[in-house]
Nanobody, 125 residues
Framework: VQLQASGGGLVQVGGSLTLSCVVS????????VGWFRQAPGKEREGVSC????????FYVDSVKGRFTISRDNLKSAVYLQMNRPKPDDTAVYYC???????????????????WGQGTLVTVSS
């Protein structure tokens, strides 16, 4: 099983950046997918997730209206479109996938089954 994240880099405030995550070793269609991030000196936080059916995306309040999560099951890929990034968005971003958990919007208390290796996003002002 592999989740290969890419697309990170340096972006200016007000610009845009798209993160990609290509998975292999399992059938993405069956999994909830999401993005997490960890800023220097902070705990990892969930940014966004999307159900296996592609309905009802979740976004943490700080990125609502700016970030968009999407998936392409045929390409076994997950994306995070980051528009109008802010310096507080600087972090290592991780993609993740997990089997649906009953009554849980994203990954449930045990978290995702699989994690990518992370890609660094730096937002300059």
């Amino acid at each position: 099983v592999q989740l290969q994240a890419s697309g990170g880099g340096l972006v200016q405030v007000g610009g845009s950046l798209t993160l990609s995550c290509v998975v292999s070793g399992f059938t993405l269609d069956d999994y909830v997918v999401g993005w997490f991030r960890q800023a220097p000196g902070k705990e990892r936080e969930g940014v966004s997730c999307l159900s296996n059916s592609g309905d009802s995306p979740f976004y943490v309040d700080s990125v609502k209206g700016r970030f968009t999560i999407s998936r392409d099951n045929l390409k076994s890929a997950v994306y995070l479109q980051m528009n109008r990034p802010k310096p507080d968005d600087t972090a290592v971003y991780y993609c993740a996938a997990g089997l649906p958990v009953h009554h849980s919007r994203c990954f449930g208390v045990e978290g995702p089954n699989y994690w990518g290796q992370g890609t660094l996003v730096t937002v300059s002002s």
